[in-house]
């Protein structure tokens, strides 16, 4: 199993580009989640999925949006990217039972200029 | 929402010694307390976790213990290693909000040789 996988690993973008960042878990996992870390900020939770077919804010979901695919895939998109949206970005799934256990993906690097 | 406290920001052991990070958490539903080590460059991976019917859990070299009372859970990691070496994230989840986890601010800890 791979687990919690993401594309790409790096990215570079000016200000105003757009992009979308992959996710996909082979764990049958029913929820999934994306993280944004920043220096000192731990990690803050920008949207989630449930389950397949619903999607919900997190903390900080200004500035994104989200679509889950399908069960296995749940992407990412900046529409139009700011300097603030300079992080590192991980992806999460999770069995969504009594215990919300979570298991991470890699994480992309994203630099916008 | 869920408030998670993580101390202290940063910890150096010498080799063979005992590290131990403590979290607060504000949610008294909370049922469920994971911690994470992410190594430089990498996602984080759970490490161990603790569930609410139980006071402490131990696995080889780490162990967590939990106090509902008080409202507070810690790591503690025996005969440090090297490969010790991580930021350390406490976790818990908010009940009123779909049981998402809120992290800690996390632990940078140093193990020196």
């Known amino acids: 199993n791979a687990g919690v996988t993401q594309t790409p690993k790096f990215q570079v973008l000016k200000t105003g580009q757009s992009m979308t960042l992959q996710c996909a878990q082979d764990?049958?996992?029913?929820?999934m989640y994306w993280y944004r870390q920043d220096p000192g900020m731990g990690l803050r939770l920008i949207y989630y999925?449930?389950?397949?077919?619903?999607?919900d804010k997190g903390e900080v979901p200004n500035g994104y949006n989200v679509s889950r695919l399908n069960k296995r895939e749940f992407s990412l998109r900046l529409e139009s990217a700011a300097p603030s949206q300079t992080s590192v970005y991980f992806c999460?799934?999770?069995?969504?039972?009594?215990?919300?256990?979570?298991?991470f993906g890699p994480g992309t690097r994203l630099t916008v200029l | 929402g869920e408030n998670v406290e993580q101390h202290p920001s940063t910890l150096s052991v010498q080799e063979g010694d005992s590290a131990v990070i403590k979290c607060t958490y504000s949610?008294?539903?909370?049922?469920?307390f994971p911690w994470y080590k992410q190594e430089l460059g990498k996602g984080p991976q759970l490490i161990i976790d603790?569930?609410?019917?139980?006071g402490e859990k131990k696995d080889q070299r780490i162990a967590v213990t939990l106090n509902k009372t008080a409202k507070h859970f810690s790591l503690h990691i025996t005969e440090t290693q090297p490969e010790d070496s991580a930021v350390y994230f406490c976790?818990?989840?908010?009940?009123?909000?779909?049981?998402?986890?809120?992290f800690g601010g996390g632990t940078r800890v140093l193990v020196k040789p």
């Open positions: 764990m049958n996992h029913n929820s």
């Open positions: 999460a799934s999770g069995a969504s039972g009594v215990y919300n256990e979570q298991f």
């Open positions: 949610d008294s539903a909370s049922n469920y």
């Open positions: 999925s449930a389950s397949e077919g619903t999607t």
């Open positions: 976790a818990a989840p908010f009940k009123a909000a779909g049981n998402k986890l809120t």
């Open positions: 603790i569930r609410s019917n139980v």
